[in-house]
């Protein structure tokens, strides 16, 4: 039996940091609340819900789930124009497939992150996708690794995770399985080793540290 690997998407495969910095202004500026909003505030909670974000940024209680509405719609519309594949996305994906069964567990909606995988022409590799309508509890609560886990046999050879951001790596730890951190993303080296002292640059030399422990 094959291990498992389950992937992060924004800043661990993929960078949507264009298209989230642009949805998030146009639902700031469609509802027109006047909020001192810079780039650092909302990318420094990437990861996170929506509704999260919204509300770290200042938004009202009773207009995020507006915000985020209009956010999704706008979203959809650029996403696949304005969203890349990161470095060495492709090959980490391809020499994983190899060796191990692949799934991904993001706070992004599932529906859209699927649609940008098949646009990538890279969801066939991938098992099972876990987004945030599958689940309850988000990140870094272990239920959407639970339920990856739940829709895939389960394997004798080792489970692992490979996330960009504490998000990750705690929700790993809660579900009992190992995680492997990147910096090509949304935390840096200092704040993940708050967590693990396993950390890559990217998330091929991720996937070959795991092929290399067996």
């Known amino acids: 039996m094959k291990p498992i690997i389950l992937f992060d998407l924004d800043g661990t495969l993929i960078d949507s940091t264009e298209a989230i910095l ?17 780039d650092s505030m909302i990318t420094s909670q990437i990861g996170h819900p929506l509704e999260v974000m919204f509300a770290g940024v200042g938004v009202d209680s009773g207009l995020i789930e507006t915000h985020v509405r209009t956010y999704k719609l706008y979203y959809r519309d650029i996403s696949r124009q304005k969203t ?17 069964r692949l799934g991904i567990v993001t706070t992004k909606t599932g529906v859209y992150s699927r649609e940008l995988m098949e646009h990538f022409g890279v969801m066939h590799y991938f098992d099972v996708l876990i987004g ?37 790596v705690e929700a790993s730890h809660r579900a009992g ?15 993940l080793l708050t967590l693990t002292d396993i950390i890559k640059s990217d998330v091929l030399e991720a996937v ?7």
Not at 22 to 38: D, I, M, P, Q, R
């Open 22 to 38: 642009e949805s998030f202004y146009h639902s700031l500026k469609v509802h027109a609340l006047g909020l001192e909003v810079t």
């Open 132 to 168: 945030f309508e599958d689940v309850e509890n988000r990140k870094p609560h272990p239920e959407p690794i639970h339920k990856a886990l739940e829709k895939m046999e389960k394997s004798d050879k080792g489970i692992w995770m490979i996330g960009d951001t504490r998000l990750d």
């Open 84 to 100: 890349f594949l990161l470095p060495n996305s492709l090959e980490a994906i391809r020499e994983a497939s190899e060796f191990a």
């Open 177 to 191: 399985i190992e995680c492997v951190a990147v910096t090509s993303g949304y935390d840096n080296a200092e704040q």
């Open 208 to 214: 070959r540290y795991i092929a290399q422990r067996g």
